[in-house]
């Protein structure tokens, strides 16, 4: 079983910063098993789900043309864990952000999804 957690949503004005975090929980042998790319999403009301970061498992990243400059994205393979530093928040950066990790089981590709945290950005 695998599953991901979101934390450090939450309400902030705009200019400052909230660090996200996802912990992926691997109950299955990493013989076996193992994450590959991990990335945060983000669907504000309205609007479709939007990639905002992505890292892959050699640290490769890419980033939304919006948040460039501002988050960064970061993960800690012996964890488990991703991680993005939001700076600088806008208004416009309010949405639910989504944890999403892609695997491999055997010889599968599986994608897995967070049940989201609420960002909230005042003007």
């Known amino acids: 079983q695998v599953q991901l957690a979101e934390s450090g949503g939450g309400l902030v004005q705009a200019g400052g910063s909230l660090r996200l975090s996802c912990a992926a929980s691997i109950s299955i042998s990493k013989s076996i098993f193992k994450i590959n790319n991990m990335g945060w999403y983000r669907q504000a009301p309205g609007k479709a789900r939007e990639l905002v970061a992505a890292i892959t498992s050699g640290d490769m990243t890419n980033y939304a043309d919006s948040v460039k400059g501002r988050f960064t994205i970061a993960r800690d393979n012996d964890k488990n864990s991703m991680y993005l530093q939001m700076n600088s928040l806008k208004p416009e950066d309010t949405a639910v952000y989504f944890c999403?990790?892609?695997?491999?089981?055997?010889?599968?590709?599986?994608?897995?999804w967070g049940q989201g945290t609420q960002v909230t950005v005042s003007s």
């Open positions: 999403n990790a892609e695997g491999t089981l055997l010889f599968s590709d599986r994608t897995f």
